[in-house]
């Protein structure tokens, strides 16, 4: 590991601090280091409030100021050259005068996307752009794939028997445990919006809410012809004109804890990013069928917990 990457390494811990409180900011991390070690370091904890480099130079001691000269500032994501709810981190850089700028990625976001980099750089400050770049832009998957899709980034989450039924001969069965229940409540804690079908809503009656953790409960959306929702036309295709109402509704993330009709339908559309599918060691015999991982699927972690198997699982690139 270089020392850039163990500095960017920093930023990245920092930031995934504002998970629940940044959104719809990205989280951001930022770290200043001049003679081989951190004098400062700080995190974007709140939207409205100071961004990841504020907070660092906010965090510098009076006794190591005369050390920013010299000192290179880390950020997981590129300084913003915009007035906000905050006034510019590009131009706060080029104030503290320091020498080095190290960035983990370029932000997508219209009104930065390069311009926090060359104002840094029409300024005489030397600027490494790309430290642990997928790891920064995996941190902030949802914002990125929102600016850029202009669409929310799109989770599916299912449960299973271990012969691949979702349901026990189309009643509702319970696979996951207290432990795996509490991790699906986490996961809705960091997501902006949650959605079912209609046989899922009237057959369950899902909360879909956080009680078994703590944080804001999601948006929550039911799939229903007879009630339609968000303004969508179901004589017309639905999930497009899902995506562009939330879209417009500034909802950065949705999770997908539908049927396996409401679940094929995203998959069969190519609307997702990720799934998280628990598997039960329970055998049915009979059900019905947990959605296919399509060929874009690719299974990036196994979990074993409390004897059920949890696959992370990401669509191709």
């Known amino acids: 590991m270089t020392t850039d990457e163990r500095y960017m390494r920093r930023c990245l811990q920092l930031a995934a601090n504002g998970l629940q409180n940044a959104r719809p900011n990205p989280m951001v991390g930022a770290v200043i280091v001049a003679e081989g070690r951190i004098i400062g370091e700080g995190y974007h904890v709140r939207c409205g409030e100071g961004h990841a480099e504020v907070n660092a130079f906010a965090s510098v001691k009076d006794a190591d100021s005369y050390l920013l000269k010299d000192a290179t500032i ?40 390069g311009r926090g980099i060359a104002i840094l750089r029409e300024a005489g400050i030397e600027v490494t752009v790309g430290v642990l770049e997928e790891e ?17 980034y799109v989770t599916l989450k299912w449960a299973q028997s271990a012969d691949g039924f979702i349901d026990h001969d189309g009643k509702a069965y319970a696979f996951s445990t207290p432990f795996t229940r509490m991790l699906v409540h986490k996961l809705r804690s960091e997501t902006d919006a949650i959605l079912v079908g209609r046989v899922t809503d009237e057959r369950e009656h899902p909360l879909l809410d956080v009680r078994h953790w703590s944080g804001r409960s999601p948006m929550r959306i039911v799939l229903d012809s007879s009630r339609p929702c968000l303004g969508i ?30 679940l094929r339908h995203f998959i069969d559309s190519g609307l997702w990013d990720e799934m998280r599918i628990e598997i039960s060691p329970v055998l049915l015999g009979k059900g019905t069928p947990a959605p296919a991982l399509p060929k874009a699927a690719e299974v990036m972690k196994r979990d074993q917990i409390d004897g059920n198997i949890v696959l992370y699982v990401k669509k191709k690139e």
């Open 233 to 262: 036309d179901f004589s017309l295709p639905v999930l497009q004109q899902l995506m562009d109402a939330l879209y417009e509704r500034k909802i950065q993330s949705l999770l997908v804890e539908g049927g396996a009709t409401t």
């Open 136 to 152: 920064c832009k995996h941190l902030n998957r949802r914002f990125i794939t929102f600016n850029q899709l202009r669409r929310p």
């Open 74 to 113: 880390y950020v997981s994501l590129e300084p913003c050259a915009h007035y906000g709810k905050t006034p510019p981190c590009a131009e706060l850089i080029v104030r503290k005068g320091v020498r080095r700028c190290v960035v983990g990625c370029v932000d997508p976001f219209a009104k930065v996307s």
